[in-house]
């Protein structure tokens, strides 16, 4: 126990204890990347050439062959650290903004930046979609960007539970596409804040789901993006590790041990990527240090515990929120990226204002078992707020907790008129993914071009 006590107190480190009233928030976006001219995933030289229009139009610089940029975002007195770049696919681009002290300040760098990044991909014969999923093209090794780190990734998830050989399932990452958002939380609020946004994931995926199509067609889910999770971690030693936890944690210490006992997958030292050989868990590579080969070269070292060992480890438990070590926060991984950039926002505001009335929101869900959260999780991956058994539940929490968000916004003296969407979406029971539906059955073309994105609307 003294072991976990001490692996708590490095992981909650870089956690702020007094935040006040100045919670920041950092938007983390995924955005689907596609040829205009044939509707399918941009090829990774196209990719690699639209970024690094964007990122020399941002002032950044580049990293790993042109495949991330980074450097830092200024606008009036706001802004900070910035990283464009790809996930596994080259049909997905990434994007990670700099924390914000308000909605208002988020609001004014992705309007800022996304600007910058739709002209950059439209010069370069690319346009950005605003869906979870890519809906016409299927996974494929083709797609993959040329980072060797990924290597690893693949060799992990290489069963065949939905992707037929030569594929392998870790191919389902190269076609998705999420809205993350991360908030500061204090070490005393922070095992409460995980519980919270685990146990309403149901909601909030009924709510946000914007997938559904697949190769052309209906998807057999309605949010595939989440049922890939599942599949991707079938495998024994990723047992438990996605979607929503076993348990609900008791406290700091009960949620490190408890993500500490999966297996490190990557780390790094000085920059280099190396991926961990056969180390049983964090908590042992704590206690006992591990083997691990750079995976540039193969090179293989002995690796004692370091910080940023356990800051690697985050990234590789996919619950649908989860604490991050590194950056004193809570993600939330819920949501599919939305039609527009107003809905990107508007999902922001949601959960700021869930976790301002977080107990408010406890209250929806005070009784809430995990066998029943994880229930409702599939009931919300299959149909949304249309599922026969439990839609109607779904639909009438979501309300309640669009409500509760709104009050504590309006409280805080903020605005919530950006929830006017999500409330719409709860009205009719409808989500994206079962517009994006209705818009495939008229014709590949009405999607797509229904889900371009522009800042047109967006505050100026």
Avoid: C
């Amino acid at each position: 126990m003294d072991d976990i006590k001490e692996l708590t107190g490095t992981f909650f480190s870089a956690f702020r204890k007094d935040i006040g009233s100045g919670r920041r928030m950092g938007l983390e976006p995924e955005f689907i990347a596609i040829n205009k001219h044939t509707g399918l995933s941009a090829a990774p030289h196209e990719t690699i050439k639209a970024l690094r229009s964007a990122g020399t139009r941002l002032g950044l610089e580049p990293s790993d062959s042109g495949m991330v940029w980074s450097g830092k975002l200024s606008i009036d007195g706001i802004g900070g650290a910035l990283r464009i770049g790809t996930d596994m696919g080259s049909g997905t681009w990434e994007i990670s903004f700099p924390p914000s002290r308000s909605v208002a300040e988020a609001e004014r760098m992705l309007i800022h930046v996304m600007d910058l990044l739709i002209d950059a991909a439209d010069r370069n014969g690319i346009a950005l979609l605003g869906m979870g999923i890519q809906p016409l093209s299927r996974p494929s090794w083709e797609l993959v960007m040329p980072k060797k780190r990924y290597d690893t990734l693949t060799a992990r998830h290489n069963t065949n539970n939905l992707l037929q050989k030569p594929l392998v399932d870790s191919l389902l990452n190269t076609i998705t596409a999420a809205s993350h958002v991360h908030f500061e939380v204090t070490p005393d609020e922070a095992v409460a804040a995980v519980n919270l946004f685990n146990a309403i994931a149901p909601e909030i995926i009924a709510l946000s789901s914007n997938s559904g199509i697949i190769g052309g067609r209906n998807a057999a889910t309605l949010e595939p993006r989440e049922h890939f999770w599942d599949m991707l971690t079938k495998h024994p030693r990723d047992s438990g590790r996605n979607g929503i936890p076993e348990r609900w944690f008791i406290g700091r210490e009960d949620y490190v041990g408890f993500t500490s006992g999966f297996q490190p997958v990557l780390t790094k030292r000085n920059g280099d990527f190396l991926a961990f050989i056969d180390s049983a868990s964090m908590l042992d590579f704590f206690r006992n240090g591990a083997d691990a080969h750079f995976v540039a070269n193969g090179h293989t070292a002995k690796l004692a515990f370091e910080q940023i060992d356990m800051n690697m480890h985050d990234s590789f438990i996919w619950f649908n929120s989860r604490l991050k070590s590194g950056t004193g926060t809570l993600e939330i991984r819920s949501a599919s990226q939305q039609p527009t950039l107003s809905d990107t926002i508007a999902i922001a505001v949601l959960f700021k204002g869930l976790l301002e009335g977080r107990s408010s929101a406890e209250d929806v869900v005070r009784d809430r078992t995990v066998e029943r959260a994880r229930e409702l999780r599939l009931s919300a991956i299959k149909n949304g707020m249309n599922d026969p058994a439990n839609g109607a539940e779904l639909a009438a929490n979501a309300g309640h907790l669009l409500f509760i968000a709104a009050k504590s916004l309006e409280r805080k003296g903020e605005n919530s008129d950006a929830l006017s969407p999500l409330f719409l979406r709860v009205v009719r029971r409808e989500s994206p993914s079962d517009q994006n539906r209705v818009l495939m059955n008229g014709s590949p073309g009405k999607l797509i071009n229904a889900r371009k994105l522009t800042v047109q609307g967006m505050p100026a």
